[in-house]
């Protein structure tokens, strides 16, 4: 399922204004299991980074987690890049509006972007199921972090990942060139690209499994039938987000064996 002319269709909603652009970035802080995932290992960077560090946002898409780390660390130098124009172009005019002046934004092909020696912190959340020659991202990334950098991937496991154990084995997102990354090719084309220091964990356990379901996988499938379930879709939330929540801390606190999603970290 190609789901990103829905994505836009929500997109387009929420961004009337500054205010309505941060209210979307809230529901997607709440919503997305991914977003607490990646909050979690941002919350431990931050302890450690120091006030002003230098961050790439890479492949920032709607822009959250670049307006998360301008304020997690305000006096920080962040940079986001995409290849998406549009993308590029609503987050300037939304960052321009709610007067955040720490970032800036540039159109940028991860395969050949390099800053070398540039960055305390890359972030990089569900952006390598896009792209084929992702060894070559990975040495870019290497190349641009400073010493002791780190490297923050979020992306789909190949243990049904993108949904693909289901559906016929499609992805039910359309977009992407892998279904998921094992847990242990995923590290060694790291290190093939020179980290030598690198944590790797599941997340989307049972728990996240079921919460993506409830929260993200069948709403969208009632949008992609019909636009008029957004008049319905408000109620939906207020019946099963109570129960999402509660899978969504449980996933974040919880140890899995196994699960649809990676969490991996590098460090130069």
Known sequence: MNYDPIKHSLVNVFNKSAFSRKAFYKLLDLLLLRTWHVHKELGKWAKTAGDTPSILDAGMGFGQYTYYLSRLKPASNI????????????????????????????????????????????????????????????????????????????TPSDQGGSDADEDDADSFIGEHVRNGYNINEIQEKLQSAGFTKMEARYAYGTPGKISWRLSMKYPIQLLGISKLFFVVIPFYYILTYPFAFLLNYMDVKMKHPTGTGLVVKAWK
């Not at 952006?127 to 641009?144: A, C, G």
């Open 79 to 154: 940079l986001a890049v995409d290849v998406k124009e549009d993308q590029i172009s609503e987050c300037k005019d939304f960052f321009s509006k709610a007067a955040i002046r720490n970032v800036s934004f540039q159109f940028a092909d991860l395969v050949q972007f390099q800053s070398a020696d540039s960055y305390d912190l890359i972030l990089s959340v569900d952006v390598m199921e896009h792209i084929l020659e992702d060894v070559q991202v990975f040495k870019n990334f290497y190349h641009s972090l400073k010493k002791d950098g780190m490297l923050l991937i979020s």
